[in-house]
């Protein structure tokens, strides 16, 4: 996408102002936002704070040489995968030795980076989410390259790239390699980011470290509630972690066990639907599947099978629990979590509903059986609050 008839930019802010209005309408609302830093932390904030989207950093960071500090022959991830231009290289009069020499330095700085900013790693949420990346502007478009190989290498649903402005050879780039590509500018005769800025001051760590915090705190809950690790065992005898939330006042409190997608309890879908659950008077019990998160085991082992039965000894590990009311259960399944939310409740006689949380109106439960319980399905995440509501109205 791309939009005609503006020249620049007042300053960042303006820029991701003007940039989250153009993807309101075209990104999930469960996507991840993923900015590089520093420039694209200030652009990122107004969009991960229009699509109530965490902010976290893809620290991808641009490979130059000292007798050309300008000049970018690669991109670095945090993972140490590079991407380069070899062209570039060869002009430069690199050897393979200048460039493991380079990628060194870029890469202690890029640690240094992930200790200071105070946001968990973009592969934390990963896998099973859809991804925005943003950055400032994309001149030869290598750092952000960098950048979506790394999500996709780590199973990123989807990748969108977006920038304020970017150069016609790196928008070519991207309708090409991302899922979705949206910028404001498109100039075949670009030549600087800052060109398109009135105001394009450098953006130091203090200031990263702000919008970081500010953003993130206002994708929170005003409300928060405290909880409870439960820890149980699945049937490969592994230890798995979970938390439960349950309301004040008198129980047996009806729960919802949430079949979490990809990034487990952690993640901030898991945990704003906990928390909306809580705030309708629901208890909520989320959980790492086997070999993420906390829970024991090795991901390989994280299989479709394991996980039906992973979320199956979720249920029974609550019923020694007094303040829960385990003849008034329901499911909630997020993204790749619903195929065993769908599984569990056909055949557990003591499932009464299932909401399915998915960006997609057809879910993700192909294959599974048909539950023989009221199925919700959810394609905006603000509407969990609805769904809270007739998860209850279907456990009275």
Not at 140 to 159: C, F, K, N, S, W
Not at 339 to 344: D, G, I, S, Y
Not at 348 to 369: H, K, T
């Amino acid at each position: 996408m791309v939009k005609e008839g503006r020249t620049g930019f007042k300053d960042r802010t303006e820029a991701g102002l003007a940039l989250a209005d153009a993807l309101a309408s075209l990104v999930s609302r469960l996507s991840i936002v993923a900015a590089i830093p520093r420039g694209g932390v200030v652009v990122a904030a107004p969009i991960a704070r229009r699509l109530g989207a965490p902010l976290t950093c893809s620290y991808a960071r641009k490979l130059t040489a000292p007798i050309a500090p300008e000049v970018a022959f690669g991109a670095l991830d945090e993972d140490g995968e590079a991407v380069t231009d070899r062209e570039v290289v060869a002009a430069l009069g690199l050897g393979p030795d200048d460039v493991e020499r380079i990628k060194a330095r870029v890469g202690a700085e890029i640690r240094r980076r992930m200790v200071a900013y105070p946001v968990r790693p973009l592969a934390r949420y990963l896998p099973g989410v859809p991804v925005l990346l943003v950055d400032d502007g994309l001149a030869t478009g290598l750092t952000v390259e960098a950048a979506l190989r790394y999500a996709r290498r780590h199973g990123a649903t989807e990748v969108t790239v977006a920038a304020p402005c970017a150069s016609a050879h790196a928008a070519d780039r991207f309708r090409r390699e991302a899922d979705r590509f949206v910028s404001l500018i498109v100039d075949e005769a670009f030549a600087a980011v800052g060109e398109y800025y009135a105001d394009f001051s450098p953006v130091s760590d203090e200031e990263v470290i702000r919008v970081l915090a500010s953003a993130n705190t206002d994708a929170e809950p005003a409300t928060r509630a405290e909880g409870l690790g439960v820890s149980f065992r699945n049937s490969r005898g592994l230890r798995l972690a979970g938390e439960l939330l349950v309301p004040e006042g008198p129980g047996p409190h009806p729960v919802v066990v949430v079949a979490p997608g990809g990034a487990g309890k952690d993640s901030p879908e898991s945990r704003r639907l906990a928390q909306t659950l809580w705030g309708e008077g629901l208890a909520a019990f989320f959980f790492d599947w086997t070999g993420h998160g906390d829970s024991e085991g090795a991901p390989e082992q994280c299989t479709t099978t394991q996980q039906v039965e992973d979320l199956g000894a979720a249920v029974d590990a609550l019923t020694t629990l007094d303040e829960l009311d385990m003849g008034r259960v329901a499911l909630a399944g997020i993204g790749s979590g619903i195929p065993a939310a769908v599984t569990v409740a056909a055949g557990d006689a003591r499932i009464r509903a299932v909401a399915c949380f998915s960006a997609e109106p057809s879910g993700a439960s192909a294959g599974a059986p048909a539950p023989r319980v009221p199925v919700l399905r959810v394609t905006d995440e603000r509407d969990a609050a609805l769904a809270a509501t007739w998860l209850r109205t279907q456990m009275t």
